[in-house]
């Protein structure tokens, strides 16, 4: 376990205790088998939540929220199943725990691999000529306009259940989904967290926070430095 935020907090336990007020954050993992995990944390550390990268099951103790990144996600598969993460990664999401599935991440979620959101994602599903590529999207809930968002090797959403929000679709109407959401469970198929605009990571600090503030840990927006923009 590491607490990548650790370094600049003068009370780096403040991370896992439930402390009343200011100094209580919420405390979110993100799964550093594989991927862009560093870029999702210092996302967060600068959002003013807790981080901690997550490796094995005890990692996922006291989580008020978990990210999974993008990557490859047959390495992550491999990864989770080496460190016996398959059931504990279940519970945690079953549990009400806010997660939030970043392109690989997204492909985590679905019906084949963790199972716990009800859908489909279909691997690099732009072909080869768009593997990567960026654009605006506009996301429903989100306020601020649309965001600048990375494609690279993207999946897309084929298929979803009826208790599953769609969030955003690329290229118009009738476009792929490439955003979605199911209660406390939100993925997206690109990456935000390689640029400035953290409004995303924002969108599922709000879950975490209420989250948090359910179970009395912190203190609902308070556990962020920095107030949410919504
Ligand atoms: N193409 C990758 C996969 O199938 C996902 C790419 C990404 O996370 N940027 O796992």
């Given amino acids: 376990m590491s607490d990548a935020s650790a370094a600049s907090a003068a009370t780096p336990s403040a991370q896992t205790s439930p402390l009343p007020g200011a100094a209580a954050k919420a405390l979110v993992g993100v799964l550093a088998l594989q991927g862009d995990f560093e870029a999702h944390a210092k996302v967060l550390a600068r959002l003013g939540a807790g981080v901690r990268e997550v490796r094995t099951a005890s990692d996922l103790d006291a989580l008020d929220g978990l990210v999974i990144p993008g990557g490859e996600s047959t390495s992550m598969s491999f990864g989770i199943d080496r460190e016996r993460l398959l059931d504990p990664l ?25 199972g716990v959101m009800d859908i489909l994602a279909k691997r690099n599903a732009f072909g080869r000529q768009l593997s990567s590529f960026e654009a605006d999207v506009e996301l429903s809930g989100l306020a601020g306009g649309p965001v600048r968002a990375l494609f690279i090797r993207a999946p897309q959403i084929s298929e979803r259940g009826p208790s599953v929000e769609v969030l955003a679709r690329v290229g118009g109407a009738d476009g792929p989904v490439v955003a979605a959401r199911q209660g406390a469970i939100l993925a997206v198929a690109f990456h935000t967290e390689l640029g400035r605009d953290d409004r995303v ?30």
């Fill in 90 to 114: 279940r519970a945690l999401v079953f549990g009400g725990t806010p997660v939030f599935g970043s392109c690989a991440g997204l492909i985590m979620l679905d019906r084949d691999h963790l």
């Fill in 201 to 230: 990571h924002e969108l599922f600090l709000e879950r975490v926070c209420e989250f948090a503030a359910a179970r009395g840990r912190v203190d609902g927006a308070a556990a962020l430095k920095r107030p949410l923009a919504r």
